[in-house]
Nanobody, 125 residues
Framework: QARLEESGGGSVQAGGSLRLSCTAS????????MGWFRQAPGKEREGVAV????????FYLDSVKDRYTISQDDAENTVTLQMNSLKPDDTAMYYC??????????????????WGQGRQVTVSS
């Protein structure tokens, strides 16, 4: 069945870089949207970055758009999030997410119907 497999993340000092990857498998058709959400303790889950496979358009959380880059490898059904110039405020559990239905507001976690298990990103000061 449909599955999202995540890799990457970890711990890094402020200013460093980390990478997250998510591979979709078992989908009859490619998801309309794939990307990443994150959730820190005591905070709401927020959309970080997504990519629309139909046209390759990308969307980012304002606080990361100058530092993160999301890209896709259609041949491998993989989405990669390159995170540069990381800050302590980026510390969170990051979740790969996908949706295959009608595209709505990308940043609403409730619209996504497939989720990875989560990868921890920790940025130390």
């Amino acid at each position: 069945q449909a599955r999202l497999e995540e890799s990457g993340g970890g711990s890094v000092q402020a200013g460093g870089s980390l990478r997250l990857s998510c591979t979709a498998s078992g989908f009859t058709f490619r998801p309309n949207v794939m990307g990443w959400f994150r959730q820190a303790p005591g905070k709401e889950r927020e959309g970080v970055a997504v990519i629309y496979y139909r046209d390759g358009s990308t969307f980012y959380l304002d606080s990361v758009k100058d530092r993160y880059t999301i890209s896709q490898d259609d041949a491998e059904n993989t989405v990669t999030l390159q995170m540069n110039s990381l800050k302590p405020d980026d510390t969170a559990m990051y979740y790969c997410a996908a949706r295959s239905g009608v595209v709505g507001r990308w940043y609403l976690s409730t619209l996504y119907n497939h989720w990875g298990q989560g990868r921890q990103v920790t940025v130390s000061s």
